[in-house]
């Protein structure tokens, strides 16, 4: 079932999330969507990403802070991820070398 966006939809949409309702609520509220696709209009429409509520789990200060593992790393490559297939490339160059 594919429900349209109309104008009145949209703005019902803008309001709720303006005031910090959940994507889960707002599908309710509207009815014949799902939670992914109000995500997905909320996205689309480039609405900001945080509600203007602060909830007491995250206060705005707690947010803010950057761990300083995260703070002090100054390669590209800052996930593990990619730490990792740096260094497998590495030595696969190195060993085709050895062998030249």
Same mark, same amino acid.
Request: include cysteine; hydrophobic fraction near 45%.
């Given at each position: 079932?594919?429900?349209?966006?109309?104008?009145?939809?949209?703005?019902?949409?803008?309001?709720?999330?303006?005031?910090?309702?959940?994507?889960?609520?707002?599908?309710?509220?509207?009815?014949?969507?799902?939670?992914?696709?109000?995500?997905?209009?909320?996205?689309?429409?480039?609405?900001?990403?945080?509600?203007?509520?602060?909830?007491?789990?995250?206060?705005?200060?707690?947010?803010? *802070?950057?761990?300083?593992?995260?703070?002090? *790393?100054?390669?590209?490559?800052?996930?593990?991820?990619?730490?990792?297939?740096?260094?497998?490339?590495?030595?696969?160059?190195?060993?085709?070398?050895?062998?030249?």
């Amino acid at each position: 079932m594919r429900t349209e966006w109309t104008d009145e939809r949209v703005a019902a949409l803008k309001l709720w999330w303006s005031e910090g309702s959940t994507g889960e609520a707002i599908a309710a509220r509207l009815g014949g969507v799902s939670r992914s696709a109000v995500l997905g209009k909320i996205f689309r429409l480039r609405l900001a990403a945080t509600a203007a509520v602060e909830t007491e789990a995250a206060p705005a200060a707690a947010r803010d *802070v950057v761990p300083e593992a995260v703070a002090d *790393v100054s390669s590209p490559h800052r996930c593990r991820r990619h730490r990792r297939r740096r260094s497998r490339r590495r030595a696969a160059r190195a060993a085709r070398v050895s062998l030249n």
